[in-house]
């Protein structure tokens, strides 16, 4: 595939995952607030300062780039955060509802590690590494965020 075809690819879906993470701002808000297990909250609490802190870090993708950062409406994440809405209130009052978050906050994270994964790949192979360098930095956070959620399931949410 010739470079600049890569290249629109990868802005393509940068664009996507900036305006997805700005969307799971808002989603992340309402998980901290509905979870239930004080462990859950925490973990929803420290990945929304997680969140803050990607958006900077695609702020800066964006710049070294020369691009404005602007994002293009992910449905994805729009249909994922709509879901976890339905599951919240589905779940209400439930003791399957901090399992319920798990699951619909561990779909969000796969979604992340799915761009994540891509975007770092194609930044390596066009050989901006400097770029490259932050996509697998915050892979790593979306993937850590992702584990840390199994295990408040395995010890806490499921149990319940
Ligand atoms: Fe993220």
Do not use: W
């Not at 808000?29 to 909250?41: F, N, P």
């Not at 729009?78 to 779940?91: K, V």
């Not at 009052?93 to 779909?107: M, N, P, R, T, Y």
């Amino acid at each position: 595939m010739p470079n600049a075809h890569l290249h629109e690819l990868m802005v393509d879906e940068l664009k996507d995952i900036y305006n997805a993470e700005r969307q799971l701002l808002a989603g992340l808000k309402k998980l901290v607030s509905t979870a239930e297990g004080e462990e859950l909250k925490n973990a929803f609490k420290e990945h929304l300062q997680e969140t803050e802190g990607q958006i900077d870090k695609l702020k800066q993708v964006f710049q070294l780039l020369d691009l404005p950062a602007r994002g293009k409406k992910c449905k994805a994440m729009e249909g994922l955060l709509n879901e976890a809405d339905e599951i919240m209130s589905e779940f209400e009052g439930s003791e399957a509802l901090d399992a319920a978050l798990v699951a619909a906050a561990q779909k969000v994270e796969h979604y992340e590690i799915a761009t994540y994964g891509s975007l770092a790949t194609y930044a390596k192979l066009m050989q901006h590494d400097d770029v490259a360098a932050i996509f697998a930095e915050i892979l790593e956070q979306e993937k850590n965020a992702d584990e840390k959620l199994t295990q408040v399931a395995m010890s806490k949410a499921n149990k319940k």
